[in-house]
Each structure stands twice: as C-alpha cells, then as structure tokens.
C-alpha cells in the first residue's frame, strides 16, 4: 500500500544520525548503491551503510575523488558515471548488469542547487536533467537487478520544492531562468516520481520513497555566494550554521531510515522527514516542513513518469 502522509511515531527525530537509525540492522549481504556517495550527505551515507555491513557502491563523476574520500571505507567501490549524460547512465548500468549483483538499496542522491543557467544533453535544464532525469533512466535501466525479495528506492527530494511544482508550459527554462525555481522543480520531479515508482513496483517488491534530509551545509551550496548564506541566514556573523541546521550524519539519518527501517515494511510512496513520515505542509516555512499537494499528486506523477520515459527513452515500467 502507498503510505499515508501521516508520522509513525518512530523513537528517531530530528538529531538522530543515521548510525542511529541503524542500531540494530545487519546489512551484511546487502548492497547498496549510493549516488553523490562521496560527497556531503552522501558521504556520511555511505559510511554509516558500510558500518552495518553494507557493500556500497558509489557512482561518480569524478571518480579519483571519491576514490580519495573513500579510501578508508573498505566496503565501498566506486565506478564512473555521469548522470547528466545518458550514454554514461546506460554504460553504467549494462556493466553493472552484465555482473549479475542484486541491488537492495537505492539512495538517489546526487544532485546540483541553484547553479548558473545550464543546459545538457539535448539542451534539458541542468536542475531537471541531473537531479531527476539522470536518476530517473538510472533506476530505469537498473530495475532487473533489484532484489526479488524486495529492494527501495530513496529519492533524496528537499522542502524547496515548497517553491514550484512542474511547470509543464516550460520545464527547460527556455525563458526567465530562476535558478531556486529550477532548483524547486527538480525537488517536486523528485518526490513525483518516488510516489509513481511505487506505484508501479510495489507489487514486484520495489519500494519508493523521498526524502527531506533537514537544511545542511555541504558542497551542494557551492553555487551559491558566502554573502547569500549569511543574507539567508544559513550562517552566523562568524561562519558557524545557524540553529536548525543539521549535521551531515544528522542529514543522511532520513533516507538511511527510510532505505532499511523495518516499520516501512509492506509500505512506500511516502514522503519523509526527520526519519519519519512527513505531515502535509501546513505553512509555507520550509524549516519546519512537511509535504506540499503538488508534490503528492498521483496525476502529476503519472504525468510525470510519461514525460520522463518520452525524454529517456524509456519504457513505462
């Protein structure tokens, strides 16, 4: 069944880490596949998966360094890829398939914010191309290696999709670029296609599931000027985060917890925050959360889900 936007009532929170979340889960025999596994978030991910036994594989676009920050991670291995262009997702993905591995975890988290206007491939929008297209045709051309017992797969999505939904007249931004709208969509693109991904697997035992893992300060803001983060109020006059910002591990605790929690059993769809499921947004603060309509619309994500197929390349399912 899809997860009603309702908490559990999980004994995890906001503070928890994923190490947290993990207390108690043996993960040995389980692999996982991490994009932006290096980085960030995705780098305490990886971690804190390697430590409860996981083997974690971690695509990259630059391999040599996520080589570097791996190294001292013996159960992860990293391999090329580029999830803006899709040459790179399909080599990737037939050599992953030629092996034979089964993949139980899936934590599409690699992504760009507010970046300068850019257009790839046949000239995508950047936002909508890395964040949900790249990760899209990845979890596509994977699907028959997910475990048959059952596998999940975690969109990392952001409370910044509270700033637009699909904007269906023009995705690609062919007029009046706005880098935090495109930065919005890709986030609602996110959660859309999380909701229709279990739509469409949960009777062959995949599971979907989005993520707001909290506000955090890594490299993901790389774009975006110190001066902007002290205006936003990210920061403090002498650089540290401000109240309400999460830790990495803190920050990776939510798509950890929804990856392998045994409460999630039987169920998907849903999207979480603060390692349980999120409430439906009832203010427009983006610090205190919850999950816009337009981000659950099961219209918009089957919507959505053509679009993406039709772009890719794709089957439906």
């Known amino acids: 069944m899809i997860t009603e936007q309702q908490q559990l009532g999980t004994p995890f929170g906001a503070h928890s880490?994923?190490?947290?979340?993990?207390?108690?889960?043996?993960?040995?025999?389980?692999?996982?596949?991490?994009?932006?596994?290096?980085?960030?978030?995705?780098?305490?991910?990886?971690?804190?998966?390697?430590?409860a036994g996981a083997h974690v594989v971690v695509p990259a676009r630059r391999?040599?360094?996520?080589?570097?920050?791996?190294?001292d991670v013996p159960q992860a291995e990293v391999h090329a890829l580029d999830l803006a262009d899709l040459d790179s997702v399909r080599a990737f993905s037939e050599r992953w398939l030629e092996t034979g591995r089964t993949l139980g975890i899936l934590i599409n988290g690699a992504g760009v914010m507010a970046c300068p206007e850019t257009h790839v491939g046949p000239g995508w929008e950047a936002h909508f191309a890395i964040n949900h297209l790249g990760h899209f045709a990845l979890t596509q051309r994977l699907r028959p290696a997910f475990a048959p017992g059952g596998a999940r797969?975690?969109?990392?999505?952001?409370?910044?999709?509270f700033l637009s939904g699909i904007r269906w007249?023009?995705?690609?931004?062919?007029?009046?670029?706005?880098?935090?709208?495109?930065?919005?969509q890709s986030k609602t693109a996110n959660a859309l296609f999380a909701l229709h991904l279990d739509r469409l697997g949960s009777d062959h035992g995949l599971r979907g599931f989005a993520v707001h893992p909290?506000?955090?300060?890594?490299?993901l803001q790389r774009h975006i000027p110190r001066e902007e983060w002290l205006a936003q109020g990210w920061i403090t006059e002498d650089g540290s985060p401000a109240g309400g910002f999460k830790t990495p591990e803190q920050g990776a605790a939510t798509a950890v917890w929804a990856a392998t929690s045994p409460l999630l059993n039987g169920c998907g769809g849903a999207y979480c925050q603060d390692c349980d499921v999120a409430e439906p947004a009832t203010t427009d603060d983006m610090l205190v959360g919850?999950?816009?309509?337009?981000a659950r619309d099961p219209e918009a994500a089957s919507r959505l889900w053509d679009l993406s197929c039709e772009l890719t390349g794709l089957s439906a399912f």
């Open 17 to 51: 880490t994923a190490d947290d979340v993990l207390t108690g889960i043996d993960l040995r025999g389980t692999t996982a596949l991490v994009t932006g596994g290096y980085s960030g978030l995705g780098l305490a991910t990886t971690r804190a998966l390697a430590r």
């Open 63 to 71: 391999p040599d360094l996520a080589e570097d920050a791996l190294r």
């Open 153 to 161: 797969v975690v969109a990392v999505a952001s409370s910044g999709h």
């Open 169 to 184: 007249e023009d995705i690609h931004f062919r007029t009046g670029y706005d880098r935090w709208l495109a930065y919005a």
């Open 214 to 219: 909290g506000s955090i300060l890594t490299p």
């Open 290 to 294: 919850g999950v816009k309509p337009w």
